[in-house]
């Protein structure tokens, strides 16, 4: 009875052995498959990102130097360049977020004296001081679009000119995906159609055009 024990007992502890040794085994296939894995979502990332960088610097290659176009650039347009060139910049960015953040203040402001909700006399609607602000708020408003219109024009005023295809020999092509001087490039508005784009620079220019008259008439 006792060498049965034994006996019985020596197997289940070969089972147990054996159990853990394949148990060991399915994890370590298991821990080997996910590295596996990951090494290719890797690769296939770095290759995808490699991808990318190719087809950029392609991109970017077959962009034509100003220096070899035909006809060359005229006198208007690398002056519209500088033109362009000068509304740029961390200057004029800094200078726009002021100018937004003014316009919601004091648009804030104009709404308050407009509603009435102000102490500064009776009745809240039309007293003085409130008339004076009000009037105030108003005429700053009107300087901060004009201003708004103002330095947009330039731009405006250039698509407006090479959506028209140009003028003389300078004729640049203004098909989608080219830019001002008929080159292939990435940038998102010149890929929108050509009379989707003649829409929006109408309404545009119309804007300005609006935006100085109802600042004459003040």
Not at 108 to 116: P, Q
Not at 165 to 181: E, F, V, W
């Amino acid at each position: 009875i006792l060498l049965n024990r034994r006996s019985s007992q020596n197997m289940e502890d070969k089972m147990d052995i054996t159990n853990g040794n394949v148990a060991a085994t399915q994890h370590h296939d298991a821990a080997t498959k996910r590295r596996s894995d990951d090494e290719n979502s890797s690769s296939n990332q770095h290759q995808s990102i490699h991808d990318d960088d190719i087809l950029s610097a392609s991109a970017t290659a077959n962009i034509i130097p100003l220096s070899e176009l035909d006809p060359p650039p005229s006198r208007s347009e690398i002056l519209r360049d500088k033109w362009l060139r000068s509304l740029s910049g961390k200057i004029r960015f800094w200078v726009g977020v002021t100018v937004m953040a003014l316009i919601i203040i004091d648009g804030a402001f104009f709404f308050f004296l407009l509603i009435g909700a102000q102490n500064m006399c009776t009745p809240r609607t039309n007293c003085n001081p409130r008339n004076w602000w009000y009037n105030f708020s108003i005429q700053f408003l009107n300087v901060l679009f004009t201003y708004l219109a103002t330095i947009s024009l330039p731009w405006r005023l250039s698509n407006a000119a090479h959506l028209l295809n140009g003028s003389g020999k300078h004729n640049r092509s203004s098909d989608a995906g080219l830019d001002m001087y008929g080159r292939p490039t990435e940038k998102i508005w010149y890929h929108i159609s050509q009379s989707r784009r003649r829409l929006i620079v109408f309404f545009l220019i119309l804007n300005s055009l609006t935006q100085y008259a109802n600042q004459a008439s003040r």
